[in-house]
Each structure stands twice: as structure tokens, then as C-alpha cells.
């Protein structure tokens, strides 16, 4: 006899053809030959047999699993500890209370799932409670009511850390934008904060959009004033037409070991984003002012103990 390993096992389980796992909305379009006239029904039933239910994954296991790996890795060693503030994109269940470090005092959710209300369900919401419980942390948990594209319960630059472990691909074939929770995702996090992500490298129609390059490109351009501006200072044409990057640095790597292609990385925000060239020069020159008084006040103090140190000298030698 021989044996299969269990893993191989394991795989033809989950890639077989079979009913026991068909969602009971598939099942009641299954003809079952239970109290049929095999003469009036015999067309229908040849047919049925001829149609094969099967179980799709959205990755195949070697990816799902070496993806897994590598966000846990990622969020446990690319969190800040100042970090107090985390957001998933992609809330679905509760594996990111394990990936995140325990530090982290307000984890927020966000669905891929749904493109009209952005709720999440009841068993994510349990999950994530349970992950809380069992790795005994006291993270607040805000079960948000919003799309990774629409992120409307959360406020300018009030987030450290925003997580998008697989999301992507969800978002686009539950007809959300992932692009767009890109864009919501920077404005969120505050100067300096980060954006951690394990995506597929391409996504889209025909995969001609790369994930990396619309992050690498992601840009701030500065708006005319309105009538509602209080600012004194107009902006001038140059200011208006120029774009700022969002991301101020930007590490990746593709990850290894996996059937679909993906990268992994961080993008941190520009401490500087949303501010125009006024404002950039005005901030750079408070800062060389600053660092300028900072040095005349350590001079001021050397001379200062040069001096006590040259009386105190004489007073010796006078008392010699």
C-alpha cells in the first residue's frame, strides 16, 4: 500500500472536485436523482452529471502561506514603537491581532468586501475579538463601517501604521477601488507614518497595473485657493502645477517561494506632504533658525566655562 503525505493529501483535498464543501446557494442548483421520474427527468439528470462543482481559492496554498509568513514578519518588525494607531485594509478576519505588536493601543477596520455598505462581518468582528483574548492585549477595537476606498470614520493624519496584507485583489472583484485605497490610505497617516503592504505585483484587467509603480508615483498637488481659503498668501502658478510625492522613502522586495507573484514593503509618508513650496521653505528656515540657537547658546556656554575655569586659575596663582 501506498501512502500519500499529508500535506499532498491535504492539497488534493482542497483543489478536488466534490459537493461536501458547496455553499448552501450552489447546492439547490444541484439535481439529486431523490424522488425523480427517471423517464420525464432523464435529460435534466444527464446534463447535471455532466456539470462538476468545484472549490476555488484565491491563492493557491503555497502562496497564501508564504504571504502569511512574510506579513507577520513584516508588521511584527516594521511597527514602530512609538506606534499607537493601526488600520487594515482588507479586514477579514482576526490574524492581524497576532501580526501587530502588542504596543499598538487602536487597531481600525476596514472591509474589501462589500462595495456599498463596508461593514464587516459578524465573524471577522468575533475572530478578532478571540485573537485579542488569547494573546491576552488590551488594543481597542473600532469595528468601522466603511470601504478600504472610502475610509470616511477616519480623520486627516491621525493614523501610524495602515496594513494591506492581500487586500488588493478582493477590492477589485468586490468592485471597489484599489488605487483609490491607496490615496485614503496617505491621507490618514500622519507625517512620517507608514504604509505596510504584501500585494500581488500586478492587478487589474489583463494584471497591466503594478502595485509598486502607482505607489512610487503617488503624488500631492497643491490646489487654487477658494473663497473659502483663509490663507493671505495666494499660491503662484508654479506652486499650483507642481506635485509633491506622498511617500518620502520607499522599501520592497518581491517574496520568494510562491506560485503568484507578490511584493512586500513599506512606504513611509513624507514628513513635508501636503505642504507647498512656501510652506517647505518657510519650515526649512524655521529649523535653520532653530539649529542656529541652539549652537549660539552651546558657544555661549563653552565661553562661559572657559572663563570660570581662567579666574578660577588666576585666584590660585594670586593666593600662591
Known amino acids: 500500500m501506498k501512502f500519500i503525505p ?121 475572530q478578532l475579538k478571540q485573537q485579542m483574548e488569547r494573546r491576552g492585549t488590551n488594543v481597542e477595537l473600532v469595528f468601522a463601517n466603511q470601504k478600504c476606498d472610502d475610509l470616511k470614520e477616519v480623520d486627516d493624519e491621525s493614523v501610524d501604521v495602515v496594513i494591506s496584507l492581500c487586500a488588493c485583489q478582493r477590492m477589485i472583484e468586490n468592485g471597489q477601488d484599489w488605487k483609490r485605497s491607496v490615496q485614503e490610505a496617505s491621507r490618514v497617516l500622519k507625517p512620517g507614518g507608514r504604509l505596510l503592504f504584501v500585494e500581488q505585483t500586478e492587478l487589474g484587467p489583463g494584471k497591466s497595473q503594478k502595485y509598486l509603480d502607482y505607489i512610487q508615483n503617488l503624488g500631492v498637488k497643491a490646489m487654487a485657493p477658494t473663497e473659502f481659503d483663509d490663507s493671505d498668501e495666494p499660491l503662484s502658478e508654479d506652486e499650483i502645477d507642481e506635485v509633491y510625492p506622498v511617500f518620502q522613502e520607499i522599501g520592497s522586495d518581491d517574496v520568494d517561494l510562491v506560485l503568484v507573484p507578490h511584493v512586500a514593503g513599506v512606504a513611509i509618508k513624507s514628513i513635508d506632504a501636503g505642504l507647498t513650496r512656501k510652506q517647505r521653505e518657510q519650515k526649512r528656515k524655521k529649523e535653520e533658525d532653530a539649529k542656529y540657537a541652539e549652537l549660539s547658546i552651546s558657544a555661549f556656554e563653552r565661553g562661559s566655562k572657559k572663563k570660570r575655569k581662567k579666574k578660577k586659575a588666576n585666584a590660585e596663582d594670586e593666593d600662591a
Open 6 to 126: 499529508s500535506t499532498i493529501a491535504m492539497m488534493m483535498c482542497m483543489l478536488g472536485t466534490s459537493d461536501a464543501f458547496v455553499s448552501p446557494q450552489i447546492q439547490t442548483n444541484i439535481i439529486h436523482p431523490t424522488n425523480i421520474d427517471p423517464m420525464k427527468h432523464s435529460s435534466s439528470l444527464s446534463s447535471s452529471r455532466n456539470k462538476k462543482t468545484k472549490l476555488f481559492m484565491g491563492l493557491d496554498l503555497v502562496t497564501y502561506l508564504r504571504c502569511e509568513w512574510i506579513s507577520a514578519a513584516l508588521c511584527t518588525n516594521q511597527t514602530p514603537v512609538s506606534a499607537d494607531v493601526c488600520l487594515q485594509l482588507g479586514t477579514e478576519d482576526g490574524r492581524a491581532i497576532t501580526f501587530i505588536p502588542r504596543t499598538i493601543r487602536k487597531f481600525i477596520t476596514a472591509s474589501a468586501d462589500s462595495a456599498d455598505s463596508g461593514e464587516i462581518t459578524v465573524a471577522a468582528q468575533r
